[in-house]
């Protein structure tokens, strides 16, 4: 059984920084490409940010100059460095693995709301 846990949500004022961390236990042989998503009230969940196990990134162009997404394979841990936080950020925010154990699938946190008042 493969776990997912996000942490460093919050209340951040527009402007501010907040850094979002996720950690993987379980059975996990290796993780390829690890990611953000976010969620706003309304909307379709969207991707903001992806990293593969080689190191390749990419980002959505709202974010893009603003959030740095990295990892640190060795922990099994993904990150989101999100800086000049603007209201319309404002989501809950879920990390996604896709992990070998040995066979592939999705795993997802349960989520950490980011609040940017304005």
């Known amino acids: 059984q493969v776990q997912l846990v996000e942490s460093g949500g919050g209340l951040v004022r527009a402007g501010g920084s907040l850094r979002l961390s996720c950690v993987a236990s379980g059975a996990i042989f290796s993780i390829d490409v690890m990611g953000w998503y976010r969620q706003a009230p309304g909307k379709q969940r969207e991707l903001v940010a992806t990293i593969t196990s080689g190191g390749g990134t990419g980002y959505v162009d709202s974010v893009k100059g603003r959030f740095t997404i990295s990892r640190d394979s060795a922990k099994n841990s993904v990150y989101l460095q999100m800086n000049s936080l603007k209201p319309e950020d404002t989501a809950v925010y879920y990390c996604?693995?896709?992990?070998?154990?040995?066979?592939?699938?999705?795993?997802w946190g349960q989520g950490t709301q980011v609040t940017v008042s304005s």
């Open positions: 996604n693995m896709e992990a070998f154990t040995p066979r592939r699938s999705d795993y």
